[in-house]
Nanobody
Framework: QLQLVESGGDSVQPGGSLRLTCAVSGIPSDIYVVGWFRQAPGKEREGIICINSRDGDIYYADSVKGRFTVARDNAKNTVYLQMNALKPEDTADYYC?????????WGQGTRVTVWS
């Protein structure tokens, strides 16, 4: 059974950085199609960086362009979300999920709080 486990959430000040980790285990899977999503308090869950299944392009939410990036370690079956220049509006529960931008398998989430 495919499992995704996020870690690395924390409380940080505006302008700070965090790196979230998504460990993928279970049945063999292509970690390239693992994406990152978030749900802010009182808002719907949104995709922030994921692969579009129709054309293979990488989707970046406008709110994170230039600040967030994804890296993958195939040997460790791990996907990372590097978040820089964090803002209070980045406060949310962050999830990794697969496949593509329309996932059906989700991790349990990790909380990021950006406070001033």
């Amino acid at each position: 059974q495919l499992q995704l486990v996020e870690s690395g959430g924390d409380s940080v000040q505006p302008g700070g950085s965090l790196r979230l980790t998504c460990a993928v285990s279970g049945i063999p899977s292509d970690i390239y199609v693992v994406g990152w999503f978030r749900q802010a308090p009182g808002k719907e869950r949104e995709g922030i960086i994921c692969i579009n299944s129709r054309d293979g392009d990488i989707y970046y939410a406008d709110s994170v362009k230039g600040r967030f990036t994804v890296a993958r370690d195939n040997a460790k079956n791990t996907v990372y979300l590097q978040m820089n220049a964090l803002k209070p509006e980045d406060t949310a529960d962050y999830y990794c999920a697969t496949p593509y931008c329309d996932p059906d398998t989700w991790g349990q989430g990790t909380r990021v709080t950006v406070w001033s």
